[in-house]
């Protein structure tokens, strides 16, 4: 399904479900759908990461998730 990053971001927010080999997944939910992201601890320097985040705090990991076809459908 292809998303505007606007679409995804706006009004939106991102929960932490999970970590797995030096990454965060995050979901958001779009259109009733939930729909799952990493977020390498290793890109994230010094940044904090919380359970709960504005989703247009996390844009720049959509994009890439979204670049990269690992903004998946969440279990």
Do not use: C
């Not at 970590?19 to 939930?34: A, C, D, L, P, Q």
Request: aromatic share 14%.
């Amino acid at each position: 399904m292809e998303f505007k990053i606007k679409d995804i971001v706006k009004g939106n927010k991102a929960h932490f479900s999970f970590y797995r080999s030096g990454n965060m997944f995050y979901t958001v939910t779009v259109n009733g759908t939930k729909w799952m992201f990493p977020v390498s601890l290793e890109d994230i320097a010094g940044a904090s990461l919380f359970a709960e985040m504005k989703a247009i705090t996390l844009m720049r990991y959509i994009r890439q998730a979204l670049e990269d076809k690992t903004f998946v459908k969440a279990a």
